[in-house]
């Protein structure tokens, strides 16, 4: 309920709650409170689970299985209104694992046929998260038509793609006939000795062309929610393009692609500005940790101001 609050205060029109453990409870009576409370505020909101392909090593309740799982999902996303419910196969470790990803991919879509029915009844969409370097566009494609258009999505992230050395706008321009809902903020790439290094900044505090972006995502996608999802506080991430083992996760990635995307490393620059970096340390400094919890704050509100005043983002907003 604060989190709604919240959203108001700052004339938002939509929420993604991105996990079922962000409700209080999943009693249907608190649902229900939720589902008025957003509608008394002209709220729409964008449901969400987690890790829902059981062979990932990112898959968490091993005492559900994964079709009742994904159910649960479903189920409280019909219930607080929602038309889409992210959710996501892995990370990257499942590029590297014993099974290679494509047998992740084929799990994934099995999950989602035994669940077409229902999501079909229910009237929600499966958005399906290009996730923390699991998969590329093309892959996130692969499954979507192969589980079936008619009942699953994408959830756009485009932070996402950099872990896979993958230029954002060949992320957008390959599922946007699919994209339901979004995950949205800036990165700040630049070229490193190894390859390249990216860090996600607020809007604004990054080096690629997020203006451009943006109007490309509003020409291909009028209709999709843009879901900032603003995320500060992390180091650099060095992706080592130019040494042999980062290619062993990728054997058949495009080189028209990852030519564009060499391209945009070398338009940018580094994060110039200051930070709290404590995000995921372990273990974390107290008072580091409450700097963080203020900083991301701070970086949220003025990452929505950025969006209505720079990127031309007020029809989006009341």
Request: charged content about 25%; aromatic content about 8%.
């Amino acid at each position: 309920m604060q989190l709604l609050d919240y959203a108001a205060a700052l004339k938002l029109d939509s929420i993604q709650i991105s996990s079922v453990g962000d409700y209080e409870t999943t009693d249907p009576a608190h649902l229900e409170q939720v589902r008025k409370r957003a509608e008394s505020l002209g709220l729409l909101i964008d449901a969400g689970t987690g890790c829902v392909c059981p062979t990932s090593s990112s898959y968490g309740p091993k005492e559900k299985d994964p079709v009742a799982y994904t159910l649960e999902g479903l189920r409280v996303a019909h219930a607080v209104g929602a038309k889409a419910m992210r959710c996501f196969l892995g990370s990257r470790p499942d590029r590297l694992g014993p099974l290679p990803i494509e047998a992740h991919m084929e799990a994934i879509v099995k999950v989602f046929r035994a669940v077409r029915q229902q999501a079909l009844d229910l009237d929600v969409k499966l958005a399906l998260e290009n996730h923390n370097g699991d998969l590329e566009a093309r892959d996130v494609r692969a499954i979507l038509e192969t589980a079936g258009k008619d009942f699953v999505g994408s959830c756009l992230d485009i932070g996402n793609p950099f872990w896979l050395a993958e230029d954002p706008l060949v992320t957008l321009e390959t599922l946007a006939p699919y994209v339901v809902t979004t995950h949205v903020r800036d990165t700040a790439v630049y070229p490193h000795p190894r390859g390249c290094a990216f860090q996600w900044t607020a809007l604004g505090d990054g080096s690629f062309d997020l203006k451009q972006f943006i109007a490309r995502y509003a020409e291909l996608c009028p209709n999709a929610p843009m879901q900032l999802e603003i995320i500060t506080g992390r180091p650099p991430v060095v992706i080592p393009y130019l040494e042999p083992a980062f290619w062993k996760a990728f054997p058949g990635k495009s080189a028209a692609d990852f030519a564009r995307f060499v391209s945009l490393v070398q338009r940018g620059h580094a994060f110039d500005k200051f930070m709290v970096i404590e995000d995921g340390l372990k273990p974390q400094i107290p008072e580091y940790a409450a700097a963080l919890k203020q900083q991301q704050r701070i970086d949220l509100e003025r990452s929505l101001e950025y969006a209505k005043k720079e990127m031309n983002a007020g029809l989006r907003w009341r």
